[in-house]
Nanobody, 126 residues
Framework: EVQLQAFGGGLVQAGGSLRLSCAAS????????IGWFRQAPGEDRERVSC????????YYADSVKGRFTISSDNAKNTVYLQMNSLKPEDTAVYYC???????????????????WGQGTQVTVSS
């Protein structure tokens, strides 16, 4: 079993920045990926970004490309999501999740992920 802890959310003005962190613990992981998703009130949970921990390959939703950057510290089993140029429409609860056996595709499919963190609220004011 894997536990994920997401933190770093908060309230920020439009144009500002936040950095989210997701720390994984528990079972030893090898070829895995960690993704970020977000869910606004009344909306479906949507993909944001993903990083494959074994090779550093990254993926982004079109809505965040050029503004968000995902990175990892493999020694700490921690993934970061640097969010710049934030917009009010980025307001949501952000969740991290782990796909414990990365198969090379499907990062956008939330059904692929095996464990989820508790979420952290990001609010961007206009």
């Amino acid at each position: 079993e894997v536990q994920l802890q997401a933190f770093g959310g908060g309230l920020v003005q439009a144009g500002g920045s936040l950095r989210l962190s997701c720390a994984a613990s528990g079972s030893t992981l090898d070829n895995y990926a960690i993704g970020w998703f977000r869910q606004a009130p009344g909306e479906d949970r949507e993909r944001v970004s993903c990083i494959v921990m074994s090779n550093g390959k990254t993926y982004y939703a079109d809505s965040v490309k050029g503004r968000f950057t995902i990175s990892s510290d493999n020694a700490k089993n921690t993934v970061y999501l640097q969010m710049n140029s934030l917009k009010p429409e980025d307001t949501a609860v952000y969740y991290c999740a782990v796909d414990i056996i990365w198969r090379g595709s499907g990062w956008h499919d939330k059904g692929r992920y095996d464990y989820w963190g508790q979420g952290t609220q990001v609010t961007v004011s206009s």
